[in-house]
Nanobody, 125 residues
Framework: QVQLVESGGGLVQAGDSLRLSCTAS????????MGWFRQAPGKEREFVAS????????AYADSVKGRFTISRDNALNTAYLQMNSLKPEDTAVYYC??????????????????WGQGTQVTVSS
């Protein structure tokens, strides 16, 4: 019933930009904190960014800070990840996720209730 659908991934050159989208259904979107994680082949899933129900509260991994921006539009049930100045090290499958408990850690994957199927981002040199 609950579904998170990512889109916007693709193959780009280093220095280019992409915008990922995550559209949610089957839940009251405005009550969930939203996050983005990524996983490269052979590596563990890592936190990228998160946003509270209010757009004023965001968090980022050090590796993407200053280059990526997370946002949300509650009227459209959609979260976004704007990725600028992409590097080959950003190559991974990017996952959208939703968290209900407001006091759980935003950087821990176990804190999140629902996950999307992932979208591939590949950055060439």
């Amino acid at each position: 019933q609950v579904q998170l659908v990512e889109s916007g991934g693709g193959l780009v050159q280093a220095g280019d930009s992409l915008r990922l989208s995550c559209t949610a259904s089957g839940l009251t979107f405005s009550t969930y904190e939203m996050g983005w994680f990524r996983q490269a082949p052979g590596k563990e899933r890592e936190f990228v960014a998160s946003i509270r129900r209010s757009n004023a509260m965001t968090a980022y991994a050090d590796s993407v800070k200053g280059r990526f921006t997370i946002s949300r539009d509650n009227a459209l049930n959609t979260a976004y990840l704007q990725m600028n100045s992409l590097k080959p090290e950003d190559t991974a499958v990017y996952y959208c996720t939703a968290k209900l408990l407001i006091f759980s850690s935003v950087s821990s994957s176990s804190s999140y209730n629902y996950w999307g199927q992932g979208t591939q981002v590949t950055v060439s040199s």
